[in-house]
């Protein structure tokens, strides 16, 4: 792991949020992120580590090494922010109150798999995009 990048742990098994990582590798042209599934033994660890509660996340998690870590739509929108293009967006949309915006969040993760499909097991990174990945 790179102190300096910022880790994205995501449902390796979630069409939406393996959409949401294709979207950022494509957008990360600073290359400030890696990625890991949630149901990897990094990912694991990296939970454990921050004694995040799997039974209540399990969607995206965004880790800031020595800084923070982000749940629900604030990791989403922390994550937009480091995006060219839509760090206005993720702005505007801070300014709603976290609650509000999670309950959408929640609802969108609670019916995920029914709406949007699941995947058999984890996606494999193309050589391309392999060392964007713990």
Aim: hydrophobic letters at 40%; a positive charge.
């Amino acid at each position: 792991m790179e102190k300096a990048k910022k880790i994205i742990l995501f449902d390796g098994l979630c069409n939406v949020c393996n959409g949401f990582v294709q979207f950022v590798i494509k957008r990360d042209h600073k290359d400030v992120f890696q990625f890991t599934s949630l149901q990897s033994d990094v990912g694991q660890r990296l939970l454990k580590e921050r004694k995040i509660d799997t039974t209540k996340i399990d969607s995206v998690v965004l880790i800031e090494p020595g800084v923070a870590f982000y749940i629900k739509s604030d990791a989403a929108l922390e994550v937009g922010k480091s995006l060219k293009g839509y760090r206005t967006v993720s702005k505007i949309f801070q300014l709603i109150p976290s609650k509000i915006r999670d309950i959408v969040y929640d609802l969108i993760a609670k019916y995920r798999y029914e709406w949007f499909g699941k995947r058999e097991a984890c996606m494999v990174p193309s050589p391309e995009i392999r060392a964007k990945f713990l």
